[in-house]
């Protein structure tokens, strides 16, 4: 039955609709209060960078027997970040029954990646909901490889449509969900990724601003999906570097991946270093994602020779004020990894280094400034292996 809500009712039922999941990040155990402090000294994911995006920006109604259809053949996906679906059946029974009694749902937004599948950025809750109810299965299967029926469930308006699965429903009922309508915001860009590969990520992090947003490394997982990204995700479970890291179990913040991307991003390649901090990076991300250059081919057996050695020479390394030292780590790590696979880390030289004034400058202050950068590692090299 159709009616007039209070003001009040539809307030809530909209603002429940548009609250945000946390975000699932596969094969992580460390609980948030577990976590370990980094020293950044410069808020490198506050840094400004300009970048002008050419892209399009298209807005769609959607009737919802379309959106289930293009989810159910792989045309709109759900990204590797967000994977999990976390809705109950009552929420999901809810969403349906705004859609029933013509209640606003909170549009949705989509990417169109380069083979012309849409990407959920925002909304996937509400799609994968829509997507299951004319399924007519509720979630994925059990240990018995059975699925669960999808009945209304704790509904507040449509009593009428309580314990009914969408072929169950009358015909005119169906029909009104079928042709109801979902506003979706597609977002193109049209420069060749490889041109601008920083715009992809700038893009999700502009659209990221949901109840629980993404962090910077978060989004790259995101963006720059590949060989990469599993590689990095391997060497972060090495021994050695958990123990540099200060945690055994990986970061639910990915803050330890993104420090070795940001070891990768330097290995060989300081002097090509610009601000700011997390474009850099991202690039990194982009163009390495298939680890097809020679520098990244060799990155992950230096990496885990380094960490050795590090482990071997020092205790609690990196930590010149308590904390973990982005800085610090980044400019002896890559110094050890440039050197040739005989070179030894001496604790002495370390020492030495982290008392030198000008190193010391340079990683706690504007560490992020291209002078800071590249004068830490000339430093670490002469001090640490004798380079000028």
């Given at each position: 039955?159709?009616?007039?809500?209070?003001?009040a009712?539809?307030?809530?039922?909209?603002?429940?609709?548009?609250?945000?999941?946390?975000?699932?990040?596969?094969?992580l155990?460390?609980s948030?209060?577990?976590?370990?402090?980094?020293?950044?000294?410069?808020?490198?994911?506050?840094?400004?960078?300009?970048?002008?995006?050419?892209?399009?920006?298209?807005?769609?109604?959607?009737?919802?027997?379309?959106?289930?259809?293009?989810?159910?053949?792989?045309?709109?996906?759900?990204?590797?970040?967000?994977?999990?679906?976390?809705?109950?059946?009552?929420?999901?029974?809810?969403?349906?029954?705004?859609?029933?009694?013509?209640?606003?749902?909170?549009?949705?937004?989509?990417?169109?990646?380069?083979?012309?599948?849409?990407?959920?950025?925002?909304?996937?809750?509400?799609?994968?909901?829509?997507?299951?109810?004319?399924?007519?299965?509720?979630?994925?299967?059990?240990?018995?490889?059975?699925?669960?029926?999808?009945?209304?469930?704790?509904?507040?308006?449509?009593?009428?449509?309580?314990?009914?699965?969408?072929?169950?429903?009358?015909?005119?009922?169906?029909?009104?969900?079928?042709?109801?309508?979902?506003?979706?915001v597609?977002?193109k860009?049209?420069?060749?990724?490889?041109?601008?590969?920083?715009?992809?990520?700038?893009?999700?992090?502009?659209?990221?601003?949901?109840?629980?947003?993404?962090?910077?490394?978060?989004?790259?997982?995101?963006?720059?999906?590949?060989?990469?990204?599993?590689?990095?995700?391997?060497?972060?479970?090495?021994?050695?570097?958990?123990?540099?890291?200060?945690?055994?179990?990986?970061?639910?913040?990915?803050?330890?991946?993104?420090?070795?991307?940001?070891?990768?991003?330097?290995?060989?390649?300081?002097?090509?270093?610009?601000?700011?901090?997390?474009?850099?990076?991202?690039?990194?991300?982009?163009?390495?994602?298939?680890?097809?250059?020679?520098?990244?081919?060799?990155?992950?057996?230096?990496?885990?020779?380094?960490?050795?050695?590090?482990?071997?020479?020092?205790?609690?390394?990196?930590?010149?004020?308590?904390?973990?030292?982005?800085?610090?780590?980044?400019?002896?790590?890559?110094?050890?990894?440039?050197?040739?696979?005989?070179?030894?880390?001496?604790?002495?030289s370390?020492?030495?280094?982290?008392?030198?004034?000008?190193?010391?400058?340079?990683?706690?202050?504007?560490?992020?400034n291209?002078?800071?950068?590249?004068?830490?590692?000339?430093?670490?090299?002469?001090?640490l292996?004798?380079?000028?």
């Amino acid at each position: 039955m159709q009616g007039v809500y209070p003001r009040a009712t539809i307030f809530l039922r909209y603002s429940s609709l548009c609250q945000r999941q946390p975000i699932y990040r596969s094969g992580l155990s460390v609980s948030e209060s577990d976590e370990i402090e980094i020293e950044y000294l410069t808020n490198e994911d506050d840094e400004t960078s300009t970048v002008e995006f050419n892209i399009v920006v298209t807005s769609s109604d959607w009737t919802l027997e379309l959106l289930a259809s293009k989810f159910q053949t792989g045309d709109i996906i759900i990204p590797d970040y967000q994977r999990k679906f976390v809705w109950d059946i009552r929420r999901a029974s809810t969403l349906i029954e705004s859609f029933a009694i013509g209640l606003p749902v909170p549009q949705v937004f989509f990417y169109e990646n380069a083979d012309g599948q849409l990407e959920v950025i925002d909304g996937q809750q509400r799609i994968t909901s829509i997507a299951y109810f004319f399924e007519g299965f509720f979630g994925g299967e059990d240990s018995n490889g059975n699925r669960k029926v999808f009945k209304l469930k704790g509904l507040e308006q449509r009593k009428d449509l309580e314990g009914k699965s969408f072929a169950e429903l009358d015909d005119r009922t169906k029909r009104r969900i079928k042709n109801t309508s979902l506003r979706g915001v597609t977002v193109k860009q049209l420069t060749p990724e490889e041109e601008q590969p920083e715009s992809v990520y700038h893009i999700f992090e502009r659209l990221n601003t949901g109840g629980q947003p993404l962090n910077a490394q978060e989004i790259r997982n995101a963006v720059y999906r590949g060989t990469l990204l599993s590689e990095l995700e391997r060497l972060n479970k090495d021994e050695n570097w958990r123990k540099i890291y200060g945690k055994p179990d990986p970061d639910p913040k990915q803050r330890d991946i993104e420090l070795i991307l940001r070891l990768l991003a330097f290995y060989k390649n300081t002097e090509n270093y610009t601000p700011p901090m997390k474009d850099f990076l991202s690039k990194e991300m982009s163009k390495n994602r298939s680890l097809d250059s020679d520098r990244s081919k060799e990155f992950s057996n230096v990496f885990i020779s380094a960490a050795e050695a590090v482990v071997e020479a020092l205790e609690k390394p990196f930590r010149p004020r308590g904390l973990l030292n982005a800085a610090t780590l980044e400019a002896v790590m890559v110094s050890l990894m440039e050197q040739d696979s005989s070179t030894i880390l001496s604790k002495d030289s370390y020492d030495a280094l982290l008392k030198d004034h000008d190193f010391r400058t340079m990683i706690t202050s504007n560490t992020s400034n291209i002078d800071s950068v590249k004068s830490r590692k000339a430093i670490a090299d002469k001090i640490l292996f004798g380079h000028e």
